[in-house]
Structure formats: C-alpha cells, structure tokens
C-alpha cells in the first residue's frame, strides 16, 4: 500500500502509523518462523470492546486478509465490522512506559446502531457478550460490549 500521510499506512480496513508498522516488522522479522501476520482482533465483555493485536501463523478459512507494504494483516469474520476503521498507533505514555494502541472510534458508533450495547440477544451475535446488561463505561472508540 502506499504511504497515506508522512505518518501513517493505511489497508481497507486499518490505518498503522509509521512507528508502530516499523515495530511489528521488527517483531515479526526476529522470528525463526515464516509466514507470520499480524492479526487485529476484539474481545467483547460487558464493560466495552477490547481490541487485540497478536502476531499469528494460522489462518482461518474466514479471515479476511490486508496488505499494509509487506505487513500481512488479518482479521476474523466477527472482528471485522469492529475494527473497520481502526488506527494502531505505539506511544509513550507518563512513567517512559511504551506500547501499541488500538483505538476506533466507529465501534462505538456500530455498537449502537446494531443494539448490540446494554442487553439483548444482539449482544452474543454482535461480539460474543453474554446475555446481560452492559456497564456505563464504554472506552474510547472501544464500543460497549
């Protein structure tokens, strides 16, 4: 894919800035296995939408797949609508701790209109929550459940 911005690299699905594509490579290129991606995934529970990011070898026959440059990038059936949108980004935060971020804010925005927040059946279909209520706290772009 070409360059979006001085900063940023972006797939049909994904936007990864520059720092945090330059730190998967690095991650993915000291490993002693071939064909490895990185796979963007969400987790559901009552208190928000938690996205997840692993570097995988095992491909679903439902994945959806992206290229970012030479940075293979997969995604569940389930995940997908989620992370549609998503931006990763590695930052420094307070106390000279780093890491990789993952922030959307159109999940909160498909949470809502698909009623899959705060109880009913929608909830186990939209992202694999139990039945129940939701709590108050939605993340930032993280969506509800």
Not at 66 to 77: A, I, M, W
Not at 92 to 114: C, H, W, Y
């Amino acid at each position: 894919m070409a360059l979006e911005t001085a900063t940023d690299l972006r797939t049909s699905i994904v936007t990864i800035s520059e720092e945090a594509y330059n730190k998967l490579m690095g991650v993915i290129t000291n490993q002693k296995h071939d064909n490895l991606f990185l796979r963007v995934y969400v987790q559901g529970g009552c208190g928000g939408v938690n996205f997840g990011m692993a570097i995988d070898m095992r491909q679903m026959p439902d994945d959806k797949e992206f290229q970012v440059n030479d940075l293979k990038v997969v995604v569940d059936r389930i995940s997908y609508p989620y992370v549609e949108g998503a931006i990763i980004n590695y930052e420094s935060v307070d106390g000279g701790k780093e890491g990789f971020r993952i922030t959307n804010p159109n999940a909160t925005e498909l949470m809502s209109q698909t009623g899959a927040c705060c109880g009913g059946s929608a909830q186990s279909e939209a992202s694999g929550c139990g039945a129940g209520a939701c709590g108050a706290g939605a993340s930032d772009g993280g969506g509800c459940c």
